[in-house]
């Protein structure tokens, strides 16, 4: 996602899309980071995370950090089901890449998009950071919200928010008094 | 390959091979006569040499040879390996880590390391040409300064212009190295290179000589009225620099000359060219010139390189070298090395390691399934495999194990130096080199190791005159050693110097506010407070330690890898600090725990008992988080409240007892499970803000388990414990 990089509002290019579920609402995330979608199963929860971060899982040996996307995107969640599950997401970070899994409440397919059909994010109205929107896809009659995966599940960012959360609860190594 | 991974292991590679050279070196000195020694010497400057050349590091090359003539002479016996050539030698390793580092632009040349690089020139130059050469050397260089007078007495009038008669330097080595690189038009304007050639060796005698055809080019473009001869040679019998230069006169712009002083002992090394030539092998290709003088064939040292010295060693490094076990690392990757020992890329072994961790899990879910299903045959067949995975990931574990040996060697250079800084004498013994531990632990080692020593040569051991006062032996003794001890490595270092001065430590701590005035402590907690932060008993910094951060940087790098550190010492007999750590990073003995509902692992060292919480215990206790563990008080941490993993429900709880740096505390848990050996996973870079877990393993269900990291855990629980106090005393003001 090379468009990914600059400052511009319009950050999606045309291309292979993965159409998900969040309560009730339709997003989608290029195809081009996603690595592979699991089974929700038992996730092990860290504690001191911020409540986004549900836990861990086991991906096949390597213990991969699991993201409540509807939570991080300021949206209540949806109860899991059946449907759930957790697409596996590779993320730059550091120069190397990282995997990290999102919640999502169900897959829906994957679409091609033209550029002619990608809108730049409106700069307000999404009710969601307009920076976690790479574009909005036109689909028929609706819109769909393009996210932009590198800025939404930025490890840097997420971590600094875990330190933010154990510092509101007065867990920090000087204490916060 | 690209080019940046194959400078990377050219660098690798080098700096291998200097270790082998100083560690050979230091083995010599210390009485090692193994010829294998200085031939481990010679054929690491070689090899260096000959890498350096094939990545046009020019300045590693020009510098590396020299060392290599001197080390040539002395594997043919014609030179004496004295103490001076060793030190020189040491200091030449270190210029050419320097140079190896400049070549990849690493490091920038200053004056410093210019005049560095000409004293050791001027060093290696005095050894140039073997006993006898320097002998001779020593007598005076006076026929050099006779014949050179008398060769231009009777020089033809084409010299005589440029020629200064009287140039006589003492100390002029025994003769000259010429290289002349003919200019293509040469032939055309009617010059005769032979003509020069043949007029020189009049002017001295050639000892040497060998020509090359340069820039070819390809068979098209070849014209024949172009000369592409390039001559070098060596001449000697008294001649000067401006002699020689005065013969090529006629051509001065239409050739390459280069002079440079040399013996004619260098006759057993061929030199080269730089290769300008787009194609090396144009270079390559040698044409003999006819010589006025019978030419010794060109040495076929490079050329022809035995095929054990042309391969650029492909294994035997520093792991190998070393399993012979300390002494002489150097001489075991000698013959046959090569196919002993394999060079494996780090990153494959840890994905084998990972692959095999993943198996050993597999493999216990596929238990369970049997287990549950109860067929007999399949239990079986699941007991076969499982046993053969435990075996797998021994041996896969073991492929990690190096010994220690080679992060001893190491010191025996750093010993050498600082006693010699410090006017100490030091003997520095080494035991338990071949103790195997993880590769990861080794790295990781080498930094407290190294402060911990300069700490027992600076503060432990006295000086000469403070030992003969205590009616001690002059030379003081360093000791390293290695064992292995229940599943831990355990490495000694000790000095039989004056030992710590608890008064002295106590008065400090007392200053610092680290401890109460009134405070009673055993001889050994006192001495254990030198790991505190801040603290130096040393009454002058001096640029070796005493600085007050060392030791405590000490113990934090090896409680990071879940070891111990702990001091002994005896006032006037010496000091011990002993170093405990687990042989491998990648796997942790560990019990489980359930707390509501969430699975952890206290690691098992820690472990002193299990106790159930009885509630009578709770109630006695009234709020206040400790028990009454046989007499003593036992505080405790409960995890459901530090993890705030309230899920309301009341079970039976029990105290896991842990022992942490000698305090016990019981860490409250709904569940004990037992312990089992795990693969230890990082948490990864988002959750390096959680404290009190120190990674995740895997259980065979294929949950994720949290590792406790216990030190930061209680710290934890105090903090909350401060925190909440606080806010009560506020919210009662």
């Known amino acids: 996602m090379n468009a990914a990089v600059d400052g511009s509002r319009l950050r999606a290019v045309q291309g292979q899309y993965l159409t998900f579920y969040l309560n009730e609402e339709t997003f989608g995330l290029s195809i081009l980071c996603i690595k592979e979608i699991v089974e929700y199963s038992r996730l092990t929860s860290v504690p001191q995370m911020p409540r986004f971060v549900e836990g861990v899982i086991n991906l096949r040996g390597h213990v991969v950090p699991v993201i409540n996307l509807a939570l991080r995107l300021g949206k209540e969640p949806a109860p899991p089901q059946k449907r759930t599950c957790i697409v596996i997401i590779e993320i730059n970070f550091e120069g190397a890449t990282a995997d990290v899994g999102v919640v999502v409440d169900s897959v829906s397919e994957v679409l091609d998009v033209s550029g002619a059909d990608i809108e730049p994010a409106p700069g307000f109205g999404a009710r969601l950071r307009a920076e976690f929107i790479a574009g909005m896809a036109r689909l028929g009659s609706a819109f769909v919200i393009l996210i932009d995966a590198e800025r939404v599940l930025s490890i840097s960012e997420m971590a600094s928010l875990a330190i933010t959360a154990s510092e509101l609860n007065g867990f920090t190594v000087g204490g916060s008094d | ?733």
């Open chain 2, 1 to 733: 390959m690209s080019v940046d991974d194959a400078l990377a292991a050219f660098e690798e590679e080098a700096r291998e091979m200097l270790t082998e050279m100083e560690s050979s070196l230091l083995a010599i000195e210390g009485g090692g006569t193994d010829p294998g020694l200085i031939n481990a010497i010679f054929r690491a400057a070689h090899t260096i040499k000959g890498t350096a050349g094939m990545f046009g590091q020019d300045g590693v090359v020009s510098f590396t040879h020299h060392v290599e003539t001197v080390m040539d002479d002395a594997r043919k016996g014609k030179l004496t390996v004295s103490s001076d050539l060793v030190t020189l030698m040491l200091r030449c390793c270190d210029h050419m880590g320097f140079l190896v580092g400049e070549g990849l632009g690493r490091e920038t040349r200053g004056e410093e390391e210019a005049a560095r690089e000409k004293v050791l020139l001027e060093g290696l130059m005095s050894f140039v040409g073997g006993d006898e050469a320097v002998a001779r050397r020593a007598a005076k260089g006076a026929d050099a300064v006779q014949g050179a007078s008398t060769a231009a007495a009777s020089e033809p009038a084409v010299a005589a212009s440029n020629s200064d008669g009287d140039g006589g330097d003492t100390g002029t080595p025994d003769g000259w190295h010429v290289r002349v690189r003919f200019g293509s038009k040469v032939m055309r304007e009617g010059m005769d290179p032979l003509a020069f050639i043949r007029y020189l060796s009049t002017q001295g005698t050639i000892n040497w000589i060998r020509s090359e055809l340069l820039n070819l080019g390809a068979p098209e473009a070849f014209d024949p009225e172009n000369c592409y001869i390039a001559t070098e040679l060596v001449i000697s019998g008294g001649i000067e620099e401006p002699t020689i230069r005065a013969v090529f006169d006629f051509i001065a712009d239409q050739c390459e000359l280069t002079v440079e002083p040399c013996s004619t002992a260098w006759l057993t090394e061929s030199r080269r060219f730089p290769a300008q030539t787009p194609e090396p092998a144009a270079a390559a290709s040698t044409a003999s010139e006819p010589a006025p003088e019978p030419t010794p064939a060109p040495p076929p040292a490079q050329v022809v390189a035995s095929p054990a010295e042309a391969v650029p060693v492909t294994s035997g490094g520093d792991d190998g070298g070393a399993r012979r076990g300390g002494g002489v690392p150097a001489a075991a990757a000698g013959k046959g090395g090569e196919s002993r020992f394999l060079r494996v890329e780090a990153e494959k072994l840890d994905q084998l390691i990972n692959l095999i961790g993943e198996l050993v899990i597999a493999g216990a879910y596929s238990s369970l399934i049997a287990q549950r299903l109860r067929d007999g045959e399949m239990l079986e067949a699941i007991s076969t495999v499982t046993g053969l995975v435990e075996s797998l990931r021994d041996t896969a574990l073991n492929l990690r194990m190096v010994p220690i040996g080679a992060t001893f060697t190491r010191f025996q250079r750093v010993v050498r130096d600082l006693s010699a800084e410090l006017g100490k004498d030091v003997d520095l013994q080494i035991s338990g080199a071949d103790t195997e531990l993880d590769k990861s632990v080794v790295e990781k080692i080498s930094d407290p190791l190294t402060h911990l020593v300069r700490n027992s040569l600076d503060h432990g051991l006295e000086t000469r005159e403070r030992r003969i006062e205590a009616g001690k032996s002059t030379v003081g003794t360093l000791q390293l050693h290695a064992y292995h001890d229940s599943g831990s490595i355990v490495i000694e270092v000790a000095d039989d110097g004056g030992g710590l001065n608890a008064d002295k430590i106590r008065a400090k701590a007392v200053e610092r506010g680290l401890i109460s005035p009134g405070a009673t402590l055993t001889t050994r907690e006192i001495n254990n407070l030198i790991f505190e932060p801040g603290f130096s008993t040393a009454d002058a910094v001096t640029n070796i330690s005493g600085r007050g951060v060392g030791m405590d940087v000490v113990k934090q790098n090896i409680l990071s890898l879940r070891g111990t550190i702990d001091i002994e010492s005896e006032p006037g007999v010496g000091t011990l600090t002993r170093i405990r750590l687990p042989l491998t990073l990648a796997i942790i003995d560990g019990f489980l725990v359930n707390v509501a509902g969430g699975a952890f692992v206290v690691p098992l060292s820690m472990i002193v008992e299990c106790l159930d919480l009885r509630r009578d215990d709770i109630e006695t206790a009234s709020g206040r988080n400790y028990v009454n563990l046989r007499g003593k008080v036992l505080p405790f941490v409960r995890l459901r409240d530090v993890f705030e993993k309230n899920d309301g429900v009341q079970r039976r709880e029990n105290i896991v007892v842990v022992n942490y740096a000698g305090r016990m505390a019981g860490l409250v848990v709904d569940e004990l499970v037992g312990d089992f050996q795990t693969v230890i996973k990082p948490l990864g870079p988002l959750f390096k803000m959680v404290r009190g877990i120190s990674g995740s393993t895997i259980l065979g269900s294929g949950e994720v388990a949290l590792i406790l990291d216990v030190p930061s855990l209680i710290d934890l629980a105090t903090r909350i414990e401060h925190h909440e106090s606080d806010r009560v005393e506020r919210t009662t003001l």
